[in-house]
Structure formats: C-alpha cells, structure tokens
C-alpha cells in the first residue's frame, strides 16, 4: 500500500498509488469513468478532482477516502496561502474560526 508523505500534494500522491499499481493513465481513467487527460492534469496538479473523483479514487485503489480528501484540502490551504502571501499564523486563527462555526451551527 502506498502511503501518502505529508507533503506530497494530491497529484503526486495520485501518480504515486498509480504507479505502484503498476497501471496506466488511461486503464485508470477508464475504470473511474473519467476523461484520460483531466486525470493526467490531476496528476500535474494543474485540475482539482470533485468530491465524487476523489470518492471514485479512493474506491479504485482502495485507500482510506477520508485521507486522499484531506490531503485535497491541505493542497488547497496551502497554495491559497502561497498566492496571498499570507503568514502561517492563519492557520492558527483558522483553526480558532472553525472551532467557534462549529459551535453556531451545533447550537441551531
């Protein structure tokens, strides 16, 4: 099983499991239904799966869903920190303000 490095990001990591499996591109991409060049620009990082392609994914290779998402997301944080040049003390005050929405909406 292929495990994913910390700061590997979502395509690499993507490549990585295909590679290991020893499969190609488009066997791939045509047993997840998906269009052979949208999976290589995943790969590249230069697309962003959709919930249901990561769901898909995670079934293909069967690997933990709920890892391959975070590991979407955390690429998303940190190229939106990259591009605004913001410090990472705003992960701090994120993780404050997540915190303090999840209390409102547990409060309805």
């Known amino acids: 099983m292929v495990t994913m490095k910390r700061t590997e990001s ?13 499969l190609a591109l488009k066997a791939v991409a045509d047993q997840i239904g998906m269009d052979t060049s949208l999976l290589a620009k995943i790969e590249r990082n230069e697309r962003q799966p959709t919930k249901e392609a990561i769901k898909q994914i995670a079934d293909f290779f069967k690997v933990d869903e709920k890892e391959l998402q975070n590991n979407f997301l955390s690429d998303q944080i940190a190229y939106k920190i990259l591009t605004e040049e913001a410090d990472l003390s705003i992960l701090k005050v994120a993780e ?4 303090y929405l999840k209390t409102i909406q547990h409060g309805k």
């Not at 979502?10 to 020893?22: I, V």
């Not at 404050?96 to 915190?99: F, G, L, R, T």
């Open 10 to 22: 979502f395509g690499e990591h993507l490549r990585a499991l295909r590679e290991n499996a020893g």
């Open 96 to 99: 404050e303000k997540v915190k």
